[in-house]
């Protein structure tokens, strides 16, 4: 095991600096003035955008510029913006708010989700399959911002059983509704994934050999059936965790969430292309690490499973 996880590491190596790369390249490389706009409806004085070239290390070759910042990035400053606001302290404060959002998001996609996986998976076609066939189609066919506008209104302007603006401090029981729209098409895919694998599993040998044995009716089904049919769902949710947090600028719009979301949507309206980075660097080490936990979760969950 430890030389599976040393290996895996060294893997993302490579993924990591190419990744970044080719988002720096993205972002810096963009034609035109990069200070257009930055000093209002006048042109930036020169002592200013010689400041900021320097700053910047706008005259060095790609190349240069990418591992200077990368460098920087190592020991953990994430650059200034062009008003010398550390990206870092931007970061900071706005990351736990989505990253609380996103967990909310997780935890209603895996209990609504694989729960209504487990149950019509089991239970195979019926009422209740049907229904949650019909509901998970309409969670797929709408989109998130449209979810959560249609929950706000409902929710928060005619019931009021919710302000339909999150607050500032932005608490657990306020972001039940906003994860539920952001999680929404997940929970529908989850849901979804997670039948069709209880059905394809429910004819395997292990569980005919589980129930030929004599086992308990509760430990075939959550000893040998659950426990091998969750994988591909794992799988899903780990990965998925990354995409939320990206995805996340659409439900902290509609909801008001000062979070990741609405500063890269600021960093992407004001042309703030440190912002943009530094988040978009940070969200491709969530990808990284939920890979990396999702493989090792691999072996716990299915003991066949070696990486030796």
Same mark, same amino acid.
């Given at each position: 095991?430890?030389?599976?996880?040393?290996? /895996?590491?060294?893997?993302?190596?490579?993924?990591?600096?190419?990744?970044?790369? +080719? #988002?720096?390249? +993205?972002?810096?490389?963009?034609?035109?003035?990069?200070?257009?706009?930055? $000093?209002?409806?006048?042109?930036? =004085?020169?002592?200013?955008?010689?400041?900021?070239?320097?700053?910047?290390?706008?005259?060095?070759?790609?190349?240069?510029?990418?591992?200077?910042?990368?460098?920087?990035?190592?020991?953990?400053?994430?650059?200034?913006?062009?008003?010398? #606001?550390?990206?870092?302290?931007?970061?900071?404060?706005?990351? =736990?708010?989505?990253?609380?959002?996103?967990? %909310?998001?997780? $935890?209603?996609?895996?209990?609504?989700? %694989?729960?209504?996986?487990?149950?019509?998976?089991?239970?195979?076609?019926?009422?209740?399959?049907?229904?949650?066939?019909?509901?998970? +189609?309409?969670? #797929?066919?709408?989109?998130?911002?449209?979810?959560?506008?249609?929950?706000?209104? !409902?929710?928060?302007?005619?019931?009021? #059983?919710?302000? =339909?603006?999150?607050?500032?401090?932005?608490?657990?029981?306020?972001?039940?509704?906003?994860?539920?729209?952001?999680?929404?098409?997940?929970?529908?895919?989850?849901? /979804?994934?997670?039948?069709?694998?209880?059905?394809?599993?429910?004819?395997?040998?292990? %569980?005919?050999?589980?129930?030929?044995?004599?086992?308990?009716?509760?430990?075939? !089904?959550?000893?040998?059936?659950?426990?091998?049919?969750?994988?591909?769902?794992?799988?899903?949710?780990?990965?998925?965790?990354?995409?939320?947090?990206?995805?996340?600028?659409?439900?902290?719009? !509609?909801?008001?969430?000062?979070?990741?979301?609405?500063?890269?949507?600021?960093?992407?309206?004001?042309?703030?292309?440190?912002?943009?980075?530094?988040?978009?660097?940070?969200? %491709?080490?969530?990808?990284?690490?939920?890979?990396?936990?999702?493989?090792?979760?691999?072996?716990?969950?299915?003991?066949?499973?070696?990486?030796?």
């Amino acid at each position: 095991m430890i030389r599976y996880v040393l290996r /895996r590491l060294l893997q993302l190596i490579p993924v990591f600096f190419g990744t970044t790369f +080719l #988002i720096y390249t +993205l972002v810096w490389s963009i034609p035109g003035d990069p200070f257009a706009g930055k $000093c209002g409806q006048v042109k930036c =004085p020169q002592t200013f955008v010689d400041k900021m070239t320097e700053r910047y290390h706008l005259n060095d070759s790609l190349f240069e510029q990418y591992f200077k910042y990368i460098g920087k990035l190592l020991t953990g400053d994430f650059g200034e913006t062009f008003n010398e #606001i550390p990206v870092g302290d931007l970061i900071g404060d706005a990351y =736990p708010v989505t990253l609380r959002l996103a967990l %909310v998001a997780i $935890c209603i996609e895996a209990l609504i989700g %694989v729960g209504a996986g487990v149950l019509t998976g089991l239970r195979g076609r019926g009422f209740l399959d049907n229904l949650v066939l019909m509901s998970t +189609l309409f969670l #797929i066919s709408l989109p998130v911002f449209v979810t959560g506008i249609v929950l706000q209104i !409902v929710l928060g302007t005619e019931w009021g #059983i919710i302000t =339909p603006s999150v607050s500032a401090d932005a608490t657990i029981g306020e972001l039940i509704v906003p994860g539920f729209a952001l999680g929404s098409l997940s929970m529908a895919y989850i849901a /979804r994934l997670t039948r069709t694998s209880i059905a394809e599993n429910r004819r395997a040998d292990f %569980v005919r050999t589980a129930i030929a044995k004599g086992q308990p009716h509760r430990r075939v !089904v959550w000893v040998h059936l659950l426990r091998n049919s969750v994988i591909p769902v794992i799988t899903f949710i780990g990965i998925d965790l990354g995409a939320l947090m990206g995805g996340a600028i659409v439900t902290e719009g !509609v909801f008001n969430i000062n979070g990741i979301g609405g500063l890269i949507f600021q960093g992407i309206q004001n042309q703030e292309s440190a912002t943009v980075t530094g988040i978009v660097v940070l969200l %491709v080490l969530v990808y990284l690490f939920m890979s990396l936990v999702v493989d090792l979760l691999y072996a716990v969950l299915d003991p066949r499973i070696r990486y030796d």
